[in-house]
């Protein structure tokens, strides 16, 4: 069992940034893919960041390629999502997720292969 806590979001006006963090607990983070995706009310949720157990490997969706940046700190059990450049488009609740995988390059980048997720932090980019 794996537990997630998101912290970071709140509200922004559009050009601004924040970064949210997820610290992990109950199994060992080195060996979990983590991500972040985000969902808005009536749409699916997204994978919009996802990184491999060693931090080598990332992936990003289009949308927010170039302005997101998701890192880790397998020391800290946590993982962040760096967010620059927010646009309005961006308001949605944010969750981290995570699923335990057995090579360390693998990137998880659809929902329904997480196992774990967080409760989600609200993120609001104002225009």
């Known amino acids: 069992q794996v537990q997630l806590v998101e912290s970071g979001g709140g509200w922004v006006q559009a050009g601004g940034s924040l970064r949210l963090s997820c610290a992990a607990a109950g199994r060992i983070f080195s060996q979990l893919a983590m991500g972040w995706s985000r969902q808005v009310p009536g749409k699916e949720r997204e994978v919009v960041a996802a990184?491999?157990?060693?931090?080598?490997?990332?992936d990003y969706a289009d949308s927010i390629k170039g302005r997101f940046t998701i890192s880790r700190d397998n020391a800290k059990n946590t993982v962040y999502l760096q967010m620059n450049s927010l646009k309005p488009e961006d308001t949605a609740i944010y969750y981290c997720?995570?699923?335990?995988?057995?090579?360390?390059?693998?990137?998880?980048?659809?929902?329904?292969?997480?196992?774990?997720w967080g409760q989600g932090t609200q993120v609001t980019v104002s225009s």
């Open positions: 997720a995570a699923v335990a995988v057995p090579i360390y390059t693998i990137v998880v980048v659809k929902t329904s292969q997480y196992d774990y």
């Open positions: 990184i491999s157990w060693s931090g080598g490997n990332t």
